[in-house]
């Protein structure tokens, strides 16, 4: 169940009761992929860093260790020790990246291991079995997340096909759900909306996912090339079209601004993989602007990443040490820019969530953006 508890124009304040606990929105959803994330980050770190939901791969975990290991070890949640909510998407995207591997029919998808190369099918009723057996929270719809430009003669007919597909999702969810021996009976299902940048279709779309009274609604296909104001008009124009008693999810997005902006029109669930990515290679987010330790000027920066952060890395250790780390390869190095990356969007979204409460959320968002485009002195 949602329930939108604020609003500041139209960025909502909510709250999202699932089985394995309240998710309060705006959230962004760290990234692990292969049911852990990457820069060697254990679920007892995300408790620290206030993570309130975790998000998995169905494409990869369905690879290895097999969706059936993980239902026969107890589902995803036991198996990496984590109470809390996760969302697993539907393997599309990444089916659909697989351009030269893959051939779309109506029944699904046929495609190539990446790993392998052995020979795979997975359609709407393969890709609900798969969440089903992972157990997560909330599973997403298959879909098909067409390439970025796509023309109108493409978009419509993959548009409707993902609609037929979603319609086949949620049969086959109520039916796992209905199971005997499903681990999680009460899994959650998301649609996805898709048409690209053709506002016309994704108003349509729209309208029709709807009015299957979904547990929740989904941006697909943003932030796939187009340019972000682009993406910003599409999250406009269709948002409101969505059921606003529902979570909307903008997937796959992203920078800290395009999170500003995006909970602005209405979005209130996110995830990327931007932060967790970024801080492998050494590039931290702060309020001033991103930094990247691998510059000689840090060589002798006694300061935390950022002063004031109650992040693990910035609580013990200065620049200068985490730049040693990261010049000498050690993965520690790695692991406390992912901590601190993860702590920062995990607290920018407190702000928000305070600031749309509080109905200050268009100076909040002026202030905070003003504030990345700084750079510091030194």
């Known amino acids: 169940m949602y329930k939108v508890l604020a609003t500041d124009g139209r960025a909502k304040r909510g709250e999202l009761t699932t089985v394995h606990g309240k998710i309060q929105t705006p959230v962004f959803m760290n990234v692990g992929t292969a049911a852990a994330i990457k820069g060697a980050v254990a679920t007892t770190d995300l408790q620290q860093i206030k993570t309130q939901v975790e998000l998995s791969n169905t494409y990869h975990l369905h690879l290895r260790p097999g969706d059936k290991v993980v239902k026969q070890l107890g589902g995803l949640h036991k198996f990496m ?31 190539n291991s990446h790993i392998d ?5 997975m359609g709407p009723e393969e890709s609900m079995q798969i969440q089903s057996n992972l157990a997560s929270t909330i599973a997403m719809a298959f879909d098909e997340c067409a390439p970025y ?62 009015e299957l009274d979904l547990d929740g609604y989904a941006l697909g296909g943003l932030a796939v090339g187009e340019p972000h ?28 601004a395009n999170i500003l902006e995006a909970v602005d029109r209405g979005v209130d669930f996110f995830d990327c993989v931007y932060p967790s990515r970024n801080g492998r290679h050494g590039h931290v987010y702060t309020n001033h602007g991103k930094l990247n330790l691998f510059n000689a000027k840090f060589e002798l920066d006694a300061r935390p990443i950022e002063e004031g952060c109650g992040c693990p890395a910035c609580q013990n250790y200065s620049r200068a040490y985490i730049r040693h780390l990261l010049k000498a390869k050690e993965m520690l190095g790695m692991r406390l820019c992912v901590l601190h990356n993860l702590y920062f969007y995990n607290t920018m979204m407190e702000e928000i969530r305070a600031a749309i409460e509080e109905h200050r959320y268009a100076a909040y968002k002026k202030s905070k953006l003003e504030g990345f485009e700084m750079k510091e002195e030194n």
């Open 81 to 111: 020790n984590w109470d809390k909510p996760i969302l697993t998407d539907s393997g599309g995207f990444q089916v659909f990246s697989l351009t030269s591997l893959r051939k779309i029919k109506e029944e699904g998808v046929y495609f």
């Open 117 to 121: 190369g052995h020979k795979i099918f």
């Open 149 to 210: 430009p796509s023309d109108r003669e493409y978009m419509i007919p993959s548009v409707d096909r993902t609609t037929r597909w979603l319609y086949r999702c949620k049969a086959e969810m109520e039916r796992l759900n209905s199971l005997e021996d499903t681990i999680n009976p009460k899994q959650m299902l998301f649609g996805i909306n898709q048409g690209g940048t053709y506002k016309d279709i994704r108003i349509n779309h729209a309208k029709t996912i709807s």
């Open 229 to 256: 104001e682009e993406m910003y008009h599409i999250i406009e124009e269709t948002v409101p079209y969505l059921p606003q008693n529902k979570p909307t999810y903008l997937m796959g997005v992203g920078t800290p």
